[in-house]
């Protein structure tokens, strides 16, 4: 399974890096949502982790991008990991097309439980446990 975390903070990433290393998931990073979206353009991902709050492009118009594609990229799963708390952010998001949403500090089991819920959504049988 190949994942982009698109996250400006590198000890977020590296957080989460370890996280998914526990089950012998690799990561891909982008620091920006411009580089994040040049990564999808070039690879082939199954997921996509996305802030929401980085200098220059937010995560909002990223994912609103990505869902604006016309190819199957279009689909790509993204799930929101986010410390923002403003109101209706969850329905928003969900609004622009995000699979799911992940409240900062991310915990462990919340990870492993979005990504496996996303995954089996989109008719995959990864198994993360």
Same mark, same amino acid.
């Given at each position: 399974?190949?994942?982009?975390?698109?996250?400006? #903070?590198?000890?977020?990433?590296?957080?989460?890096?370890?996280?998914?290393?526990?089950?012998?998931?690799?990561?891909? !990073?982008?620091?920006?949502?411009?580089? &994040?979206?040049?990564? *999808? +353009?070039?690879?082939?991902? #199954?997921?996509?982790?996305?802030?929401?709050?980085?200098?220059?492009?937010?995560?909002? =118009?990223?994912?609103?991008?990505?869902? !604006?594609?016309? #190819?199957?990229?279009?689909?790509?799963?993204? *799930?929101?990991? =986010? $410390?923002? =708390?403003?109101?209706?952010?969850? !329905?928003?998001?969900?609004?622009?097309?995000? +699979? #799911?949403?992940?409240?900062?500090?991310? $915990?462990?089991?919340?990870?492993? !439980?979005?990504? &496996?819920?996303?995954?089996?959504?989109?008719?995959?049988?990864?198994?993360?446990?």
């Amino acid at each position: 399974m190949k994942i982009l975390f698109v996250e400006d #903070d590198p000890m977020n990433r590296r957080v989460v890096r370890d996280m998914l290393s526990v089950v012998g998931l690799d990561m891909a !990073e982008a620091g920006s949502a411009e580089l &994040g979206l040049r990564m *999808i +353009d070039e690879n082939d991902f #199954d997921l996509v982790l996305m802030d929401l709050r980085m200098p220059g492009m937010d995560g909002l =118009t990223a994912i609103r991008k990505v869902r !604006e594609r016309t #190819d199957a990229k279009a689909q790509l799963p993204i *799930i929101v990991v =986010t $410390a923002d =708390t403003a109101a209706n952010l969850r !329905e928003q998001c969900a609004a622009l097309g995000a +699979d #799911d949403f992940l409240q900062k500090p991310v $915990a462990m089991n919340a990870l492993f !439980e979005s990504v &496996g819920k996303v995954m089996a959504a989109k008719g995959s049988e990864m198994a993360l446990l």
